[in-house]
C-alpha cells in the first residue's frame, strides 16, 4: 500500500495527474454539452483541425514562419548579450560606460518598442525579429554579466599565483565559471523569445502560429486558437528540453543536488 | 634554482586594525621554514603577503636583493580550490599552460603518482574526498617546480597516515630540486618532522602578528615523531605555544 504510493508519487509520469483530470473534465464537459463548443471546442475538434492544418500544408507552413523568425531573432539577441555580457564582465571601464544604458534601456518593457521599430523596419520581418532580439538580449546579458561579476576570489586568486595576465584570467576562469548562469540566461532568453514571437504575429502578420491565433479570433473558431496554442507549448517546450540537455551537458561538473 | 627571501619590516593592517608586522626574516635559500601558531595569529596574512596576494602597508618581500617573480613562487591554499569544471588532470596542469604538452603530460602523470592518486586523473572535482582534493592542490603547486613553495595548513585535512606519506613527499622533493619552503602548520609534529626552522607566531585579539620565537631544530633526518630527541623539542614548543 505505502509502496505503491511511493511509486505513485515519485514517478515522473506524477507531474501528468493534473493535466490528465482536466483533460477528462475537458472531454466530459464537452460531451455533456455543459461547455459550449463555441467557448471550448470538444478535444476532438482540435485534434481534428490540427490534422486538416497538417494536411493543407498550413501546419509546416506556420511552424516554418515562426521557428525561423524565432531562431534569427534568438540568435541576434543571445550574440549581442554575449558579446556586450562578456565586454562588461571583462573590463570595468566597458561595464561604467554601457551598463546603466543598458540597465536603462531594460526598464522599458520591451512591448512598447513595436511601434518604433514598425516605424524604422517596416511591418514586415525585420521589426518582429528586432522585438524577438531584444527580449532574447537582456536575459542573456543579465545572467552572463552577473556570472561573471559573481565568479568566486578564491579561485580568481588561484589564477594570480599561477600568474594568468586578465585575458587569461576571463578566458580559463571568469567564463567558465559563469557558465551555469550563461546556460540559464540562454533558457529564459528562449522563452521570452517564444512570447514576443507570438506578440509579433499577434499585432500583424500573414503567416505563422501567432498568425493562426489571430485568424482563430478573427473568424471566430476556437478551436484554431487552441490548435495554434498546443502548438506554442509543444514547440517551446521541445526547445527548451533541447537546450537544457545542451547546457546540461555543458555544466555537468557542477556539483548540485539535482540538475 | 632555490632562492633567499629577505623580508623587512613587513606590516599589514585590515581596515585599519593592524593583524602583522613588523616582521623581518630572512630565509636561507632552499631551506624548510615553518611557521607554527595559534589560530587567528596572522599566519595565512604573512604568507599572502609573501605570495603577492595582499599588497603589505609597509616593508618589503625581495629574493636577492630584487623584487619575487611570480612565475618562481608556488601557493597552495588552505583550501583545495580546484576549478570544478576542470578534469584532476587539467587542475594539476592548471600552471603549466606554458609547457609543451608532451612535457605536461608525463609531469601531470607524475605528480598523480606522487600524490597516490594514479587513476584519478580523469575525475572531476565534486568527485573527490576533501582529503584527495587538498592532495591534487598540492600536486597543483608542486608541478610547476617554484622556487619558492608556500604551503598554507597544506595537510591539516588529510588523515595521519596520508599526512605522514605527503610529508615524505614534500621532503623527497625538496631533495631533489632544493626548492625553498615556507609552510604553515598548527601541527607541532608536523613543524618538528620538517622544519629546519620553525618561526613561532604570536599575536590575534587586537596584537599584530609577529615572530615571537625562531628555532632550528638540530635533528637529523629523517625523523620519526617517536624520536626521544624530537620529544624534547616538542616539549619546548609547546611551552613557547602555550605562553601568551
Ligand atoms: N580579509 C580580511 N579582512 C579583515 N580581517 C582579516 C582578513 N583576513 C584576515 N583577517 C584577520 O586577520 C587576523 C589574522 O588572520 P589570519 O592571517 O587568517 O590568521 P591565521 O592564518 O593565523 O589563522 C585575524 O584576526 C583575522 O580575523
Ligand atoms: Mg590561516
Known amino acids: ?259 | 634554482m632555490a632562492i633567499a627571501l629577505q623580508v623587512a619590516g613587513l606590516r599589514k593592517s585590515y581596515a585599519d586594525m593592524p593583524v602583522l608586522g613588523p616582521i623581518d626574516v630572512g630565509l636561507a635559500a632552499g631551506s624548510i621554514s615553518v611557521v607554527i601558531g595559534r589560530s587567528g595569529c596572522g599566519k595565512t596574512t604573512l604568507l599572502r603577503c609573501l605570495g603577492g596576494l595582499e599588497t603589505p602597508d609597509a616593508g618589503s618581500v625581495t629574493a636577492g636583493g630584487a623584487a619575487l617573480r611570480r612565475e618562481s613562487v608556488g601557493y597552495v591554499f588552505q583550501e583545495p580550490r580546484l576549478m570544478p569544471w576542470l578534469s584532476v588532470a587539467r587542475n594539476v596542469g592548471f600552471g603549466l599552460a606554458a609547457w609543451d604538452p608532451e612535457r605536461r603530460d608525463r609531469a601531470v602523470a607524475a605528480a598523480l603518482d606522487r600524490i597516490g592518486l594514479p587513476d584519478a586523473g580523469q575525475a572531476l572535482p565534486k568527485q573527490l574526498s576533501g582529503g584527495m582534493a587538498q592532495r591534487v592542490a598540492l600536486a597543483r603547486g608542486l608541478a610547476p617546480e617554484p622556487d619558492l613553495l608556500l604551503l598554507d595548513e597544506p595537510f591539516s585535512a588529510l588523515d595521519p597516515f596520508t599526512r605522514a606519506q605527503m610529508q615524505e613527499h614534500l621532503l623527497h622533493l625538496h631533495r631533489a630540486y632544493g626548492t625553498t619552503i615556507v609552510l604553515i602548520t598548527h601541527d607541532m609534529d608536523e613543524a618538528l618532522v620538517l622544519a629546519d626552522r620553525i618561526l613561532v607566531m604570536r599575536g590575534g585579539h587586537g596584537v599584530p602578528g609577529h615572530i615571537a620565537a625562531d628555532l632550528a631544530p638540530a635533528l637529523a633526518r629523517p625523523r620519526r615523531p617517536a624520536d626521544p630527541l624530537l620529544s624534547n623539542w616538542r616539549a619546548s614548543l609547546a611551552g613557547l605555544l602555550s605562553e601568551s
Open chain 1, 1 to 259: 500500500m505505502r509502496r505503491t504510493a511511493v511509486l505513485l508519487t515519485s514517478g515522473s509520469l506524477f507531474g501528468l495527474a493534473i493535466p490528465s483530470f482536466l483533460l477528462v473534465a475537458w472531454l466530459l464537459g464537452s460531451a455533456s454539452g455543459v461547455v459550449g463548443a463555441a467557448i471550448l471546442p470538444p478535444p476532438g475538434q482540435v485534434v481534428a483541425t490540427l490534422l486538416a492544418m497538417a494536411d493543407s500544408g498550413e501546419l509546416v507552413q506556420a511552424l516554418v514562419a515562426t521557428v525561423s523568425r524565432l531562431a534569427i531573432g534568438f540568435l541576434l539577441g543571445a550574440l549581442a548579450g554575449t558579446v556586450l555580457g562578456a565586454l562588461c564582465g571583462a573590463s570595468a571601464l566597458a561595464r561604467r560606460l554601457l551598463d546603466p544604458s543598458i540597465q536603462a534601456l531594460r526598464s522599458v518593457p520591451s512591448l512598447a518598442w513595436v511601434p518604433l521599430f514598425i516605424l524604422w523596419l517596416g511591418i514586415f520581418e525585420s521589426s518582429k525579429i528586432c522585438l524577438i532580439a531584444v527580449g532574447v538580449f537582456f536575459p542573456v546579458y543579465l545572467n552572463l554579466l552577473g556570472g561573471i561579476a559573481g565568479v568566486d576570489r578564491k579561485l580568481l586568486e588561484v589564477g594570480t599565483v599561477h600568474g594568468l595576465s586578465r585575458a587569461q584570467a576571463l578566458l580559463r576562469i571568469q567564463l567558465p565559471a559563469a557558465l551555469p548562469s550563461y546556460v540559464t540566461g540562454l533558457r529564459s532568453g528562449l522563452g521570452l523569445g517564444w512570447m514576443f514571437v507570438s506578440a509579433a504575429e499577434l499585432l500583424g502578420a500573414s503567416s505563422g502560429l501567432g498568425f493562426v491565433l489571430d485568424d482563430g479570433e478573427q473568424t471566430g473558431r476556437p478551436e484554431r486558437i487552441l490548435a495554434a496554442i498546443l502548438l506554442f507549448g509543444l514547440c517551446g517546450k521541445l526547445s527548451d528540453v533541447a537546450l537544457a540537455a545542451v547546457g546540461g551537458r555543458l555544466v555537468a561538473w557542477q556539483d548540485t543536488v539535482r540538475r
